[in-house]
């Protein structure tokens, strides 16, 4: 029993390590972050440059969701502020919560506020606050100090008027300021969003954040993934861990795993979200990693949901849904409940099934199709109609709901022949 | 005169220093004579007196005209007993002091009384001094000190001050200090019974004097220091109520712009040493000269400073002797020993002679203030006085001195004391690190100063480079100044209180309400908060290189020396607004200026608008206000009344109630206050922005220029050609008369503007400023793009520069910017990153933007449904031996490209009937897939 203890324990830490460092993005983008090549340089080079040399930029980060480009630029910034303790302020904004003009530049006078210990108003109208923003800009150029403004999800702020971007983007070419305005946004096309003059004053510089090659892939699961040979964690055990860990990285079968993986999901964060699965499927008892793990993530990683739903449908539903599709192939476009009825109703007078149900059975089947969302209204118009009266769609294929058919246990093979006729 | 080359970046080629023969005669040293004195308070005392009958004096003199040889025997008596040195000056004093004086000062005592002996002072008057006196020592009992001790203090630093003067001064001083200990006496008396009135009034002080200022100043001496100018800035407040009351009682101060006071000239802004307190130094007499620190000669010979220890040598002291100054920074033998580590002492002076301090070395050794002045005026009682800004050494700070800072380094402070003329001892320069590194032999009183420190908060700030809003208010005050019209002066310095009272809100926080830092009310209350505690290094150590120099200049917002290029519409323009202004009618005048935005537009106006304001102050223009609106600046459009009332005015108010007013002025003509009859500018930027449905705006603010007496002239600036068109044609027709084109801007324009600001930086190649201004020429025409070009090219030229210097240390890379470059800044610039992100996604997204081209190239059509192309998909798979992966994996892998834009698709939950477009064109994508690696196949498809 002691023993079992023991062992257990080694490896309950490794997990929780492991855990504790897939969910550290320090911990993920530091090693990518040596080159000169990389974006984490790249970018310290600008800020930095910025500080030392009190001049004004503008960054868009751009990337795909996932790639790591908040991460990097948190990453920078810490670093930054550690090197530059004093002369760095950050504010940070989010397009999904401060589009609106007003509101952004009130939060902006907020952090100001916070960050030089003022006294904040709230009830400050736009104006005070943008003639606020401009006087501190200027007050921290002359004190050295950089502000520096990030605005995630920049293409929600590339909206309306865009009068935070002009005033922000003036100032800083007009006063005797030191500011760098940085962009995060996953749309490649966001410059394009800009108003002429907003755009012009933008500096332009981009970052563009890939995912990873296959070699850095490779290097990156390794790092994250072997354990440390000189922390509290046995030796042996260690040893062994990481061991059998190097056979699973180069065995065949685990890289077409990955690379089934990557097929779809391709970014660093969607990989490490995948690791993080398949160390949780980690078995405590054995202790160490297994393929098994991975595949059991992948497998998760890859279920066809609309499938699944179909699995879990009545018989009644499956028949409406046949219906429906039968409607499609004869060209009629636009249905209801009650034309898909009297589609139920011809199908059962020339087949004589035994699954007939009374209409209203037949509309709560219709119902839960809807809250499944296999099928769908086909506008939002209507809504004080009842539902039988509304048109709706097929939300799913007809290649699919044959699949679906076939997987069905239970499903009469009526239907099989139904939906091939 | 000795100079200083300061480090790095403010390098000046070294000059000779000169011989004590080029020394001004302004800068001799009028006061020496006089007794111990510091800004404070009991030295006023005595020194007011002195002052006192100095005035008296040539106001005698003046008025006894008939006698002109006797008075100036009198002056003479006074000059002998005072010490030679003065007597050439206080000479001179009188006459140009004459026209500034006022009637007040006939009360003051008779000449006979002066000419009987210095010691005896009218009873009023000391009665006076002794009640202001007592006033302001509340002060320091307010700080936990009594009176007596402080006063005995003073006491023995007087006994002991006076104990090394010099025989002729002597018995002067002994009596004046005799009397003195007399005046405290009484005072002291005086004291206890005005304490009790007094304890509201302390109480105030208390609230005022301790803020929550965040630290306890440091070391016990600077203690000291600070609190004693704590008092006198108390002092300030309050002998300035008291004035303002005695105002009433129908006596005023007279405040000037200059006044010429023992000889020297002192204007408002001039930097000043002050005497702080005498008995640190034994050596009364001021050297003119700096002495050689190995001869102790004051020679003519040609003298050098060591930039390390500001030591003066002589050429042909030094071992081995030079024959002329070298270029560069120059560091004495004993410095450069010391830094070896050597144990080095200078040469001691010889016996029975005392090195001399010099002024320069005193004030960096803190036995000397140095102030700014800010303002100058003549007390009721006839004593001048002045407002002055304290500048600090580094060591004074909290931080102390740090090792980057320069040896003649100062901090201007945001602490004002009140200080009576008597104290200065003579003018020094305190100058803008530009002027500092110009400065090549001022003299040795010179200093740099960069930055301003805040007192309170022991934070550090730049100095703005233009104070251009102080500037004016002086400029507006000047001309009330110079005519000294007494019954002018009353409102003036009513002003001139209210000032005080906000600047001294702005300094102390109060303790019982803050207002918010970015409401309308509280003004950027506590924003001077905002400073760094130390001056960073990277500021001054770094000695920037040729890119980083050229990346500076190239900055937007780094203001141009010449604007080039745009002459011809500049010229256009000036003829415009001189044309409105100078016409006596005035009758308002509207163009309208439109470009593609970087043209210049803006900037050509502001610059215009500087000529003329400098024309404005040569007196060749009349005045006019200038009001500058941005349209996309504004809240809502009607906002624009709110701006353009405030700014004419001061007054803020709501839009509506701004229109009125504003219709009133420029409509019906009324007049209001005294500017209103001044032709008006109105530069509203981004009109196009103020446009409303009913366009109100516009035609308000374009109907005032047209009535008869407005003297309104709009200046409006957009982008589109045909604005005037858009609009309704009652707009139009009062708009679109004249107008102003900038066309975007040819290659050789842009190569140009690149050009001008990078002359004499050595840091592009010439086909590269030309490659990117052809590129920016080509799209756009937008001065700011080619800039930024050139910018974003220096940083990658620095970048791989640093980096390559960091792996490999040899340098053979050269610091210059190449073509590559900046065609890696176009690229960034111009170039949609798309077909990179294309190359490097996932398989299964390269299939489906294959699938999708394949299928819209089949289909002919813009867009695709989700269904359509997951069966071409699926085709597509099978047939080249990839599994097809499922639906609902291939719905999520479209949707992430819809979030990169790469296609255009509807949300996901439409799934089969998702509706997909490609966002580029058909051929980028080909372009990106058409040599991927993994599937080779995919390009039989494209």
Known sequence: MGREKEKEKPSEKALNLLRSRLSDPNFIFRPLSDSPDSNYSKLKFIISTSVTEACNNSILLLGPRGSGKVAVLELVLSDLLQQYPEAISVIRLNGLLHSDDNCALKEIARQLCMEHQLLFSKVASFDDNSQFMIAMLRECGLAHKTIIFVLDEFDFFAQGKQRLLYSLLDAMQSVNSQAVVIGVSCRLDVDQLLEKRVRSRFSHRKLLFLSPSKEDTERFMEHILSLPMDSSLPHNYAAEFNGRLKKILSDERFKELIDTYLSFNFTIGHLVRFLFQAVSYMDLNAGFLSLGNFKTALSSNQRQLKLESIRDCSVLELYMMVCMKRLEVKEQTSYNFYSVMTEYKSIHDSFQTSDYYAANVCLRAFEHLLQCQLISFIDNKGHNQSVEFRPVKLLISSAELHLGLKSYQQCPAILLKLMDR | MPTETPRKQFQSPKKPKQSPNNVKSQSSTPSIHLSPQTPQLPLRRSSRRSLQLFTSKTVDEMLDLSTPRKALEALDGIGKCSGNNRKGSSVRTPRTLK??????????????????????????????????????????????????????????????????VVSPEKRKKGLRNEESVKTRKSLRCKLSEEEMEIPDLGKLGDATFFPVSPQAL????????????????????????????????GRKRVYYKKVVYDGGEFEVGDDVYVKRREDASSDDEVPEMEECRVCFKVGKGVMIECDDCLGGFHLKCLTPPLKEVPDGDWVCGFCQARKLGKDVEFPKPPEGKKRVRTLREKLLASDLWAARIESLWKEVDGSYWFRGRWYIIPEETASGRQPHNLKRELYRTNDFADIEMESIIRQCDVMSPKEYAKANDQGDDVFLCEYEYDIQWHSFKRLAEIDNDEDGECANGDEDWNSCKEDDSDTDEDMEYEEENERNAHARPSTTHQLAANSRKGRFFGIQKVGTKMIPEHVRCHKQTELERAKATLLLATLPKSLPCRNKEMEEITTFVKGAICDDQCLGRCLYIHGVPGTGKTMSVLAVMRNIKSEVDAGSIRPYCFVEVNGLKLAAPENIYTVIYEALTGHRVSWKKALQLLN?????????????????ILLIDELDLLVTRNQSVLYNILDWPTKPHSKLIVIGIANTMDLPEKLLPRISSRMGIQRLCFGPYNYQQLQEIISSRLKGIDAFEKQAVEFASRKVAAISGDARRALEICRRAAEIADYNMKNQISSVNSSTVKDVVTMADVDAAIQEMFQAPHVQVMKSCSKLSKIFLTAMVYELYKTGMGETTFEKLAMTCSCLCTSNGEAFPGWDTLLKVGCKLGECRIILCEAGDRHRVQKLQLNFPSDDVAFALKDSKDLPWLAKYL
Do not use: H
Request: glycine share 14%; with cysteine.
């Open chain 2, 218 to 249: 440091e070391s016990k001496k600077r203690k000291k220091g600070g609190e004693k100018r704590a008092v006198t800035r108390a002092m300030a407040t309050r002998s300035l109520k008291k004035v303002n009351k005695e105002e009433k009682k």
């Open chain 2, 664 to 680: 009133e002025r420029f409509s019906d003509g009324k007049k209001i206050a005294k500017g209103d009859d001044r032709p008006c």
């Open chain 2, 99 to 164: 026209c500034k004086f006022n009637e007040e000062d006939r009360e003051i005592p008779e000449m006979g009384k002066v000419g009987e002996g210095n010691g005896e002072v009218s009873p009023e008057a000391l009665e006076s001094k002794k009640r202001k006196n007592g006033l302001s020592e509340e002060g320091s009992v307010k700080m936990g000190k009594s009176p007596k001790c402080k006063l005995n203090e003073d006491l023995g630093k007087l006994g002991e001050g006076n104990g090394d």
